[in-house]
């Protein structure tokens, strides 16, 4: 059995000492899966795979074998990893040799090298779930301290995925909502512009401003930035 080069209580450790504000999600599932691999007795590769709408990819990975195995699994629409991903239960394939729930995809990991693997489903808020995936060199590689270890891991890496997709969402609505701001006040400055230009109303000006985009085929906003940037450049003269 591989032994882990880190203890499970130092990963979990480590993992918590991860900044939302200084790391990316993908970043944060990388190294989710880096720490699994380090921390987990049997480990071999891992990966995390996030599902949304029944739509499954790898998000991170440590080495190109579990990625290949996992898209086996996407191409096949089912497999451990998705099944646990849909349930947030461990499933465990002790031996890949002997197993009978997914043949096809059991006798491409045995002709691969791996002869064991274990999927624990990883609950995310929203439409998306996830899931660990460990896999192991040989069969039974993974005995039941192992999977506690796991399962423990998978536990506490669950709760700051959750949190760092939160983080991500409300990062991304944020600056959003600034786009949003930036857009409305330039298509103001513009209004206002054409208002004092023709001595007509707001609904008026935003009328114009509304024809010139489709007439341009250019989104409103565009054509309030040129329309403000023209006034600038009136002044200046």
């Not at 130092?10 to 989710?32: F, H, K, P, T």
């Not at 739509?55 to 497999?79: K, S």
């Not at 993974?142 to 999977?147: K, L, M, Q, R």
Request: proline share 4%; net charge negative; with cysteine.
């Amino acid at each position: 059995m591989m032994q882990p080069t880190v203890d499970p209580a130092a990963a979990l450790a480590e993992l918590g000492r991860v900044r939302l504000d200084e790391i990316s999600l993908d970043d944060m599932l990388l190294r989710i899966a880096e720490l699994a691999s380090r921390s987990v007795p049997g480990t071999r590769e891992v990966s995390v795979i996030l599902v949304r709408r029944q739509a499954g990819w790898t998000a991170a990975f440590t080495g190109n074998l579990a990625r290949e195995l996992d898209e086996r699994q996407y191409e096949q629409h089912r497999g451990p990893c998705l099944d646990a991903s849909a349930s947030g239960d461990t499933i465990s394939v002790p031996d890949m040799a002997a197993e009978q729930r997914w043949p096809a995809w059991a006798a491409r990991a045995r002709a691969a090298g791996v002869g064991s693997s274990l999927s624990i489903g990883l609950p995310i808020q929203g439409s998306v779930v996830s899931a660990l995936n460990v896999y192991g060199d040989s069969a039974h590689a993974f005995n039941p301290s192992s999977i506690a270890s796991a399962e423990g891991f998978a536990a506490y890496a669950a709760v700051a995925l959750a949190n760092a997709h939160l983080y991500d969402n409300a990062a991304t609505l944020a600056e959003q909502m600034q786009e949003a701001m930036r857009n409305r006040a330039v298509i103001e400055q513009a209004k206002g512009i054409i208002m004092g230009d023709r001595r007509c109303s707001p609904e008026e000006a935003f009328a114009l401003l509304s024809k010139i985009s489709q007439d341009t085929n250019r989104k409103v906003r565009e054509v309030a930035e040129a329309l403000v940037a023209q006034a600038v450049r009136r002044t200046r003269v």
